[in-house]
């Protein structure tokens, strides 16, 4: 089962801008502050991507970084 994530919460762990994570994850900025706001909920894939985050922050910078 894969906890509710504090989207907000889990940026700030990646010091990311709103647009840097938005960009990092592969989502719009709007998709991104309705999850921050709670006008929506990430899920499906989306969702297991940022709970890996939530528990490695660094997980995306990680790999994007290793594809150079």
Same mark, same amino acid.
């Given at each position: 089962?894969? +906890?509710?994530? @504090?989207?907000?919460?889990? /940026?700030?762990?990646? %010091?990311?801008? &709103?647009? !840097?994570?938005? /960009?990092?994850? %592969? #989502?719009?900025? %709007?998709? *991104?502050? @309705?999850? !921050?706001?709670? $006008? $929506?909920?990430p899920n499906? +894939?989306? &969702?297991?991507?940022?709970? *890996?985050?939530? $528990?490695? +922050?660094?997980? #995306? &910078? !990680?790999?994007?970084?290793? &594809? @150079?």
């Amino acid at each position: 089962v894969i +906890p509710d994530i @504090n989207v907000a919460e889990v /940026r700030a762990k990646t %010091g990311l801008s &709103q647009a !840097e994570f938005a /960009r990092s994850i %592969g #989502v719009a900025k %709007g998709t *991104l502050l @309705n999850w !921050e706001h709670g $006008r $929506r909920t990430p899920n499906g +894939p989306a &969702q297991v991507l940022l709970a *890996l985050i939530a $528990r490695k +922050p660094t997980v #995306v &910078q !990680e790999l994007l970084s290793s &594809q @150079n």
